[in-house]
């Protein structure tokens, strides 16, 4: 159907999977203990229980399949013995079920009956059979390779099968390097024995694929080669030996699937995967010493035969390519994975190369598409709804684990270094990179909330709950347990503000050690927020005395006077401009549409009032506009209101009067004023709720 040039590129193609995949179970196998169940245990230990055992749950079936695929095969070495029936008899058998139920029955018998042990000691005799029929077939000749007048390498039969259709029917037959994988359970030195047997099946197989692929062309022509099954049979120095070879191969195949499935499956509810406890505890049952999944098996046993009776061996060839495939790809992505995460724990014994690794992961998405794009999407759609049955059942299991932590740190320390080596110098646009410090944090939430809303979307937040006190076992130990409940939080707010703890003998210390943190960003910190509840007394004294530290380091100055009527629907967010905000006017302004990036505000609207001398009022409306013009704020122009200043009228009452129903009022200060009024400064605004006093220490370019 494809010619030698196109059955060399199926060999070829299909060990740019197998190669990799087998280099990784390789490299993974010296790294860790692989326990039984192979392929999933390596799977499910990398990228945790739920996605594990989507794709566990996949292979076992492909497993399954295969046992079905091979029996089916391992019928078709009969042609010559139901020939010679209808020659003796005059019978005509042509259901080849006939012979592969009853050899999937004794399977499943022998296996059952004498284990594991039995089938593997069976190998080296199937191992013996196969070496003397290859032997036997490459010293055969015929009349076309005696005749043969310059073989043509790329005939073909008419009307042929398209490459990749021959390919998904072929690909399982490189599949059978990882069943040491999968018996790793009863294996005496799986990190030995593992590199060693993938590596050396996996290579071995490939060159005797094309030395047959070669003899057969020159041996036999593509219609010779289409038409009869055994061909082999006729090229070979004695024919008979090509069915026992088929059959010995093909039975030993099944028998390798019959072993390995069963583990797969008993690891699997070993997992405690399926929603059952009782299905669980009787399928990782096993048999007392040796562990033996006997009603793993049975379930394999049925299913296998549910497959048989279908019939078709092209069809569920193409079916357990897909599936294989994924665990092939999976396998192969987390040897890529291990490489980029650079976890000091990974050192296996056996290194592949990350860029084969990565290889192997493209090929098997590349290859299920092209081999069928409308299996490749089913049995995608397939693992992704048991990925989500699973962990509607197993909540409390990790869908992601360590291989996942480990990219992420490399990625956010490569990133962060790149971002501390960039010129600064050439960028001018502001966005929050902020820290807040409280010992409040358990009995209110504004600066917390505030903070996420900032973290949403356009900011960095970095967020210490502050204990008064000196580092020591129990204080460590207290700051452990806090910092859990302050994720737990999180977690149910959504937060995207980085967390921690901050031991210090007094607040000023602890203010001194945070302002000299990095940024979670990369960049420096640039914004400094404290927080007091007015309900309590004016501005505390601790922010009074902390602002010089503050502003001496270059921050942004931020303070947030809680009320206790919260932050109401998050409707309106007013900004109070004034003749003493030129510094602060910009700064403001980005606040309030950075808070409109979080789903709590993104119905809000922000509206600016201003407060200038009549003479000014339209001099500074225009100045107003054009910064949010430039700015590109989705702020209209009628919500832009500027207020003339009167005589005997202050600032405060303004505010008072217009901002009484604002869920936010956004304000500025003077590092000055403070210098010399202290808490008067925030005091005054009776009639407001929730208050930001916005100090900035330059003007921020909003273009």
């Not at 004016?538 to 206790?564: G, Y």
């Not at 405060?652 to 590092?671: P, W």
């Not at 009024?677 to 407001?688: E, N, R």
């Amino acid at each position: 159907n494809v010619g030698f040039l196109g059955t060399a590129a199926i060999v070829l193609i299909s060990h740019l999977v197998t190669i990799p995949t087998a280099m990784a179970i390789a490299e993974i196998a010296t790294n860790q203990k692989v326990e039984g169940g192979g392929e999933y245990y390596i799977i499910s230990r990398s990228f945790g229980i739920n996605i594990g055992a989507a794709i566990g749950l996949a292979l076992y079936l492909s497993q399954a399949i295969s046992v079905a695929f091979y029996v089916i095969a391992f019928a078709e070495a009969f042609d010559p013995v139901f020939e010679w029936v209808f020659d003796q008899y005059g019978i005509l058998l042509e259901d080849k079920r006939l012979v592969s139920v009853p050899t999937l029955v004794g399977l499943a018998v022998l296996i059952l009956t004498k284990g594991a042990d039995l089938g593997l000691k069976a190998m080296y005799v199937v191992v013996a059979v196969l070496a003397s029929s290859l032997v036997l077939f490459f010293a055969g000749q015929t009349d076309y390779q005696i005749t043969g007048d310059g073989y043509d390498f790329l005939g073909k039969v008419q009307n042929p099968d398209s490459f990749f259709y021959v390919f998904a029917i072929c690909f399982p037959a490189f599949t059978g390097m990882t069943a040491g994988v999968g018996l790793s359970g009863d294996l005496r030195d799986p990190k030995k024995s593992i590199p060693l047997g993938t590596l050396s099946a996996t290579f071995s197989g490939m060159v005797i694929y094309l030395f047959i692929a070669f003899k057969l062309s020159i041996s036999a022509s593509p219609e010779d080669l289409d038409d009869n099954q055994l061909v082999m049979s006729q090229i070979a120095a004695w024919g008979p030996i090509i069915p026992i070879g088929l059959a010995c191969a093909t039975i030993s195949s099944a028998m390798g699937s019959i072993l390995v499935a069963p583990r797969t499956l008993q690891a699997l509810a070993g997992d405690r995967i399926f929603p059952s406890k009782y299905l669980n505890h009787m399928l990782a049952r096993g048999t007392k010493g040796k562990n033996e999944p006997r009603l793993a098996t049975v379930v394999t046993v049925i299913l296998a035969l549910f497959f048989i009776l279908l019939g078709d061996v092209n069809a569920v060839a193409a079916i357990i390519s897909m599936f294989f495939m994924v665990t092939y790809g999976t396998i192969c992505l987390i040897s890529f994975l291990q490489h980029f995460a650079a976890d000091p724990s990974y050192r296996p014994a056996f290194k592949s190369r990350w860029w084969i690794s990565l290889l192997g992961a493209v090929m098997c998405v590349y290859l299920m598409f092209r081999m069928n794009p409308g299996y490749a999407f089913l049995s995608i759609i397939i693992m992704v709804a048991l990925y989500f049955l699973i962990t509607e059942y197993n909540e409390n299991k990790q869908g992601m684990v360590n291989i996942f932590q480990g990219v992420i740190f490399q990625l956010s320390r490569r990133l962060q270094v790149f971002l501390q080596k960039a010129d600064k110098e050439t960028v001018h646009t502001w966005r929050p990179s902020a820290i807040c410090i409280s010992e409040d944090t358990f009995r209110r939430t504004s600066a917390f909330d505030f903070m996420t809303w900032i973290s949403h979307r356009y900011g960095f937040g970095t967020y210490l709950h502050y204990i008064n006190g000196y580092v020591s076992k129990d204080s460590h130990q207290q700051a452990r347990k806090e910092l859990e409940r302050l994720i737990d939080r999180a977690e149910v707010a959504e937060s995207r503000v980085y967390l921690d703890t901050i031991i210090s003998p007094s607040f000023t210390t602890a203010v001194a050690q945070s302002i000299q943190l990095p940024s979670v960003s990369g960049k420096d910190l640039n914004l400094y927020l404290f927080e007091y509840s007015r309900a309590q007394g004016p501005c505390d004294e601790q922010i009074l005395e902390n602002m010089p530290l503050v502003r001496a380091a270059d921050f942004d100055v931020c303070i947030l006077a809680t009320s206790e009527r919260s932050f109401s629907y998050k409707n309106e967010i007013h900004i109070w401009i004034t003749q003493s905000d030129y510094e602060n006017a910009s700064l403001m302004i980005l606040i309030g549409f950075v808070l409109m990036g979080h789903p709590d505000w993104r119905e809000a609207e922000i509206k600016i009032f201003a407060i200038f001398p009549l003479q000014e009022l339209t001099e500074q409306r225009e100045k107003i506009l054009e910064q949010i013009k430039e700015g590109r704020l989705p702020i209209s122009a009628n919500n832009v209101q500027l207020i003339a200043k009167e005589e005997g009228s202050t600032s405060k009452e303004t505010i008072n009067q217009h901002s009484v129903d604002a869920d936010l009022v956004i304000i500025g200060f003077r590092s000055e004023a403070v210098k010399q009024l202290g808490a008067q400064v925030f005091d005054g605004f009776d009639d407001l709720g929730n208050i930001l006093f916005v100090g900035s220490n330059r003007e921020k370019d909003m273009s």
